[in-house]
């Protein structure tokens, strides 16, 4: 079985960063999804895709997953970029754009 081990990114709907300090361990999926044929609803013959582990470290992933024999693989999260902003720049004379209400 082979895990994934990664800090989960902020979601676009939000501006704060809940949710974003653990990392979490899941299941890389092994069969595809398919469609019910009675319903239609999207089945999965693989529970394991529904467990989802969150812990405070990196190591502590690691370890949880070297304890119980799991292949893994680890994605490093990507650290966002911000850029200073002053309300005056909406202002300035060698703006760029043009300015509009």
């Known amino acids: 079985m082979t ?30 999804r398919r469609p019910e044929p009675l319903m239609g609803w999207v089945a999965a013959g693989d529970t394991r895709r529904q467990v989802r582990l969150r812990f405070e470290t990196r190591e502590e992933a690691i370890a949880y997953a070297e304890r119980n024999n799991l292949v893994y693989e680890i994605r490093e999260p990507r650290t966002a970029v911000s850029k200073p902003k002053a309300y005056a720049d909406n202002f300035a004379f060698d703006r760029m754009d043009a300015w509009t209400h």
Do not use: D
């Open 3 to 32: 895990v994934r081990i990664y800090r989960p990114a902020r979601t676009a709907m939000q501006s704060g960063k809940q949710g974003t300090r653990n990392w979490v361990l899941e299941h890389v999926p092994e069969t595809a």
